[in-house]
């Protein structure tokens, strides 16, 4: 019974840490800042949608349905995104400027496409190496207009 009494007393020692280190981090912020940090602000817009996004991925990987493999984390991101972009009642607490969001939709896109080549399987990618490089090259000569070689160097 000692062991759970510390047990219990070191799980309040970390959140009382964790909301204190929080709260000063977001005092430091918002005297930085100022306004942004504050709901309505870019960088409140930003944090609020990386929580949800986080949350909703951690969702989608608890998803298991039998007969599918798993759902990725990646498309409960992408749906928390486009739910908070498209939803008229939560698009209004998530107030990011044109100019911060069309960085980071650019960034978005680097991290996704790296996410999702990360996922891939190498040993397969090998055996189907000759398949793989030929789609390349194909691909990059008719959609990016791309000599035949680079399209095959590219592959």
């Not at 949608?49 to 409960?76: D, M, N, R, S």
């Amino acid at each position: 019974s000692t062991n759970s009494g510390l047990w219990g007393f070191q799980l309040i020692q970390v959140t009382l840490g964790t909301i204190m280190v929080a709260a000063l981090l977001f005092g430091v912020v918002w005297s930085v800042t100022g306004d942004e940090c504050l709901p309505g602000g870019n960088l409140f817009g930003i944090l609020l949608l990386l929580f949800c996004a986080v949350v909703a991925g951690k969702l989608f990987g608890l998803i298991k349905i039998p007969t599918l493999p798993p759902l990725p984390p990646l498309l409960g991101m992408l749906l928390a995104g486009f739910v908070l972009h498209n939803v008229p009642v939560v698009n209004t607490a998530v107030n990011i400027s044109q100019k911060w969001s069309s960085s980071l939709r650019s960034i978005a896109l680097a991290v996704i496409l790296t996410r999702a080549g990360l996922g891939l399987d190498a040993k397969a990618l090998r055996k189907l190496k000759a398949v793989c490089a030929c789609s390349v090259a194909v691909l990059s000569h008719f959609l990016l207009q791309i000599p035949w070689i680079w399209g095959f160097i590219l592959g």
